[in-house]
């Protein structure tokens, strides 16, 4: 089992920047892969962003150029970086952990909103 806490969601004005964070704990090791997903009211949960533990990143078309993702290993956690957000990035945020075991695992999702 993997749990996954995530933070610093909030409301930013649209062209601003927020950063979220994703710490996880438990059976580190069975880590293949984290992300983000999101999902908006009445819309699905969509993939944002996941990068494996090889380094290899997937980007959803609508935020290349504007959100990277990054782990620091020490700290079992992986980070957000959002730029120049838009309204429409405005959704609930998943934290996200591909495990071993055709399993994963799921934050407790944190609100962005971007005000136009």
């Known amino acids: 089992q993997v749990q996954l806490v995530e933070a610093g969601g909030g409301l930013v004005q649209a062209g601003g920047s927020l950063r979220l964070s994703c710490a996880a704990s438990?059976?580190?090791?069975?880590?293949?892969?984290v992300g983000w997903y999101r999902q908006a009211p009445g819309k699905q949960r969509e993939l944002v962003i996941t990068?494996?533990?090889?380094?290899?990143?997937t980007y959803a078309d609508s935020v290349k150029g504007r959100f990277t993702i990054s782990r620091d290993n020490a700290k079992y956690t992986h980070y957000l970086q959002m730029n120049s957000l838009k309204p429409e990035d405005t959704a609930v945020y998943y934290c996200?952990?591909?495990?071993?075991?055709?399993?994963?695992?799921w934050g407790q999702g944190t609100q962005v909103t971007v005000s136009s």
């Open positions: 996200y952990a591909d495990l071993a075991g055709f399993t994963d695992s």
């Open positions: 438990g059976s580190i090791w069975s880590i293949k892969a």
């Open positions: 990068i494996t533990n090889s380094g290899t990143t």
